[in-house]
């Protein structure tokens, strides 16, 4: 009986979030263009031949991938930094926490058009500071080499104080004895670090991949508003190619399979991290939702 | 970690964290000479005009920041006022439904939004519910109730059984117990949430993008994406570095005032879900 009051918050979630998918594998199996005067028409697997052939969606399935392997990396790696650092008493702990909590809560879009003012070329900050060196020119949001690492940093910037927070609340899970404990034993810093903090932070740790690898596949604003995609579609990710199919090329039926198929092979990301991180093991049981 | 590093290591989290802030801010009080011309003299350097043709620009660029302010509160109370009694009601459930809700909320929670855009824009299209406001906040309270519920689920279970034994032996009834005991007792955890749920509202871009096209309406991630134009080399950068700071301002807040509330309540979520 108590259980109802869950159905209308279940239901909301049904139609935002299952229903659309559903809704996608429909359209996915047929022609639903403006050519089409926007009415279904089936097409059997016309679209998936398309998708399958079509190199753009296989080469911003890679850019995607790697946007989002090389972000969260890094994101780990300065979360784990700061979190550690914020664990330690200081004064005004707190200011710094805000301020290393800044850049999150800002809207994606604002810091994003920031970003690409400071790598502007030649004006931008980091240009000047190269031509203050003596070096050459990097041009890095014209360079197609280059740009796709300007919004990872930009990415990095923007979501490394929620990974933080995540850890930091791990860290807070630690009993101080055992590092007391450690110390006695003659262990260094470093050696806590490895012995203790790591193999217990390790569902925090997975728990911020699995969550952020998911979100940075579904790249979006960030890319939209640093390079619309470019250079020469260098940046371009599987979210901007389904958008632009929708609502430049006004071709839902293949935007749709673009939703589809990215879906599934985000599942099988998510599953095969999740073997490799717990050989086996579930990572929804590991966590204890 | 020794003491120097340790003040090392801090020195390059606030430079790192707030170095591109402060840009935008030195940006947004430069004359365009300035920018082009680094070693300009200083009376030629310093002015207020960005921020002149922010505010006198058509529609107002306050218009922004009261339609997102609008679509932020309302979706926040419509999320919670369906997310309390969910959760209070998931905290009781037996362990079947309670796992597969978890699995259900989990699994949405971390489900990549931006691809859901086009039915949701079809959705939008079918009911009219395009350029408006209040529909808009439609899909941001779906978006945040899975996290919501999973916050809130966890925080109803720290509440000592008794208390509501007590409640009910008085007669209270079940909105009763909800409004006058439980809602008050866990009233730092809502705060928390509505928080988390406030900033994914006023931060939300596809959606605000495919529904709303109406000028007047528009949210401030569209409105400033939209000073963005097309080409890297026209983009006023003066205007819109203005443009960022007056639309960061009322976050700075937010997240001055709430830090504790915002820090405890992802770390609930992380603890727990």
Redesign the interface.
Known sequence: M?????L???T??L???I???I??GWISLHSFSLATNLSLIPNQFANWDRLLNDSRFWVDIYQTTRFAFVSVFLEIILAM??A??LN?H?NNR?I????????W??????????????F?AP?G?IE?LIRILGLAELNI??NPNFTWIATVIADV?KTT??IA??L???L??IPKDLYEAFKLEGGT?FDSFKEITLPLLKP?IS?SI??RL??A?????LI??IT?GGPAGSTESI?LY??LN??RFLD?GY??TI?VA??IL?ILL?LVINLSIYSGKKI?ST?K? | MKNRTFILVLSFIIVWSIGPLCWQLYTSFSTPDALINPTIEFTKRWTFDNYKLVLSANPPFWRYLVNSLIVGIISTLITLFIAIPASYSLSKANKIISRISNYYLFGAALFPYVLLFLALLEFARRYNLGNNLLALCIPYSALSMPLAILILTSSFRQIPIEIEEAARIEGLNLIQRLRLILVPLMLPSISSTAILIFLFSWNEYPISLTWISNENLLTLPVAISRIAGSSVYSIPYGAFAAATVVGSIPLLLIVLIFQKQIVSGLMQGAVKG
Do not use: C, E
């Not at chain 1, 108590?2 to 869950?6: D, E």
């Not at chain 1, 809560?105 to 400071?118: N, S």
């Open positions: 108590i259980n109802l009051l869950l209308p918050a279940f909301l979630i139609i935002v979030f229903i659309p998918i809704r996608y930094i700061i550690l650092t330690k200081f707190g710094i926490r805000t301020i290393s909590l800044l850049p809560a800002l809207p994606t879009t604002i810091m994003a058009l920031g970003w690409r003012w400071i502007n004006y900050p000047q949001l014209s910037w104080p929620f927070i995540i930091l609340a791990g807070q899970t810093y925090y728990l699995i969550f998911a979100q596949f579904g790249v979006f604003d939209q508003v619309s979210a389904a958008y929708a609502m839902f935007s749709s939703m990215s879906f985000l998510i929804l966590i939702l």
